[in-house]
């Protein structure tokens, strides 16, 4: 008889233990699934460091007391997980079950560091070739362009855009380092796209470290672009005149760029300004913005 109450407790510990088991199973996938959380938290925010711990403690104790009355003088039984004393007229049988169960995790961290580029947000985006990883920059530059160049930006709604003009690249190859852009050309040639007017300043070039110059030499051709209508006398046009003086439209804006203290001329070979330059520049520029 006592060899059945044995089995029947053994039996009822191994239900006990299954069910410590599965309770402590259940509590491991939740700290996975709080660690998740934490993780995409972190992907999302613009935090370097992110910290997450977590800790679970369990504990389960069950105890079964059975007695019996038996006519046998004397009988002992032992079991690992039970104890049973007899008398002489009784047999009490006591069996107690004890099970702890901890699971702690502590030093569950993850750090992550994210550095990122400010891209300019607005119509510019969406101009095929924009790059805007050095918008802000080019903004700043802009305000250090001579007064005239300013008004003249101002004046005509000329837009500063940092990207690679794509027809500009399709003519070269590569992306140049700076267009001006009167017509508003899309990658395929055709005119009247939304940028219009625009001066397009790449990457390149602030890679270069000609930035600026780049920008001043770009600026001088909205410059020339503005005395399109600029008379030099009654039967002579300034602008056409001017280019024929230098050379060319790119060998006028290279000696404008001297002319307003820069140095960075890509045509322009033979050097600084004579006076003769000098004084040609003086009156285009005065009778061209009066």
Not at 53 to 58: L, P, R, Y
Not at 228 to 250: P, V
């Amino acid at each position: 008889m006592n060899n059945k109450y044995i089995n029947s407790f053994i039996f009822l510990l191994l239900i006990i233990s299954l069910a410590v088991i599965n309770f402590n199973q259940e509590d491991e996938l939740n700290d996975i699934e709080v660690g998740n959380e934490t993780l995409e938290d972190v992907i999302k925010s613009t935090s370097s460091t992110s910290t997450s711990s977590t800790s679970t403690s369990s504990t389960s104790t069950s105890s079964t007391s059975t007695s019996s009355t038996s006519t046998s003088s004397t009988s002992t039984s032992s079991t690992s997980t039970s104890s049973t004393s007899t008398s002489s007229t009784s047999t009490s049988s006591t069996s107690t079950s004890s099970t702890s169960t901890s699971s702690t995790s502590t030093s569950s961290t993850s750090t992550s560091s994210t550095s990122s580029t400010t891209i300019f947000a607005g119509p510019y985006s969406e101009y095929a070739g924009f790059e805007g990883s050095n918008q802000a920059a080019l903004d700043e530059l802009s305000t250090q362009l001579p007064k005239l160049m300013l008004q003249i930006i101002e004046t005509n709604n000329i837009k500063i855009i940092n990207g690679c003009h794509q027809y500009g690249a399709s003519l070269n190859n590569r992306c140049p380092y700076g267009v001006w852009d009167s017509s508003g050309t899309s990658p395929d040639g055709t005119k009247d796209a939304d940028w219009s007017l625009s001066i397009w300043i790449s990457n390149r070039a602030f890679s270069a470290g000609v930035a600026y110059d780049v920008l001043l030499h770009e600026s001088l051709h909205a410059f020339s672009y503005s005395t399109r209508n600029c008379q030099k006398n009654s039967t002579t046009n300034y602008r056409k005149d001017a280019r024929e003086f230098f050379g060319g439209e790119e060998y006028l804006v290279d000696a404008l760029v001297l002319y307003y203290g820069g140095t960075y001329n890509h045509y322009r070979t033979i050097g600084d300004l004579d006076s003769n330059e000098q004084s040609y520049l003086e009156d285009y520029i005065n009778t061209c913005t009066a």
